[in-house]
């Protein structure tokens, strides 16, 4: 079935850093969601996009909707330690059938 | 507005025993998804109901099986349970059916031994 490519897998975070991740998938999505999710607890949503070439923030957050409707990125500006977490990006396309389609997630870790 | 709650928040069964989770939704909320997470496997998508119907159903076998009730808390079953359905169950509920801005709960961790 459809897969989404999360990229990267993992990274380091030093405070006040800049942060980016992207998701690509082979479809033409409708809707892109970032979640983000801290050990033994649920994804809780961070940004929810709608239309191609969306750009929209939540805090230090932000998502675009690729114009090409085949990817999304987040950006996390000035990082703080409270970030540290795995975001996943997920959407549905035509052939999901409505269910949400996750990314295997870009872990966000403290530079030692 | 409370969240998405789901009890038990763990829980540990043997081999060929059946397990039931529940979720309680947002209020106002009427449809609710499952989702198993692994840690090699990531999301999938078990199933999710609307209006007490189950509308779309993931690629998992027969022994997973849910429902919805009229207050919109939703039940998932796993029958027949094998080491392989240890995971973290995860509910979400959205306003309507489909993958709109789907909120979560904490999960439900099972281990199977």
């Known amino acids: 079935g459809q897969q989404l490519n999360q990229s990267p897998q993992s990274m380091f975070i030093q405070e006040g850093e800049d942060v980016s991740m992207n998701c690509t998938s082979s479809s033409i999505f409708n809707t892109w969601l970032w979640y983000k999710q801290d050990p033994g607890e649920g994804p809780v949503l961070l940004i929810a996009?709608?239309?191609?070439?969306e750009l929209t923030s939540n805090g230090r957050l932000t998502a675009q909707f690729g114009i090409t409707r085949k990817d999304s990125f987040l950006n996390i500006s000035a990082s703080i330690p409270s970030d540290v977490g795995i975001y996943f990006c997920?959407?549905?396309?035509?052939?999901?059938?409505?269910?949400?389609?996750f990314g295997k997630g870009t872990k966000l870790s403290v530079k030692p | 507005k409370a969240g998405v709650t789901q009890t038990p928040r763990y829980l540990i069964k043997t081999r060929g025993q059946q397990v039931t989770l529940s979720c309680s939704p947002i209020s106002g909320h009427r449809s609710v998804s499952w989702y198993q997470q692994t840690p090699g496997q990531g999301l999938q998508f078990l199933f999710e109901?609307?209006?007490?119907?189950?509308?779309n159903k993931g690629n998992f076998p027969g022994r997973f099986s849910g429902r919805q009730f009229s207050n919109s808390r939703s039940e998932m079953n796993v029958s027949t349970l094998e080491l392989g359905d240890s995971a973290l169950y995860l509910c979400?509920?959205?306003?309507?059916?489909?993958?709109?801005?789907?909120?979560f709960g904490p999960g439900t961790r099972l281990t199977v031994t």
């Open positions: 109901y609307f209006s007490e119907t189950q509308r």
């Open positions: 996009l709608y239309k191609a070439g």
């Open positions: 979400a509920s959205s306003l309507a059916q489909g993958p709109y801005e789907q909120y």
């Open positions: 997920a959407g549905d396309y035509g052939g999901s059938q409505g269910n949400l389609i």
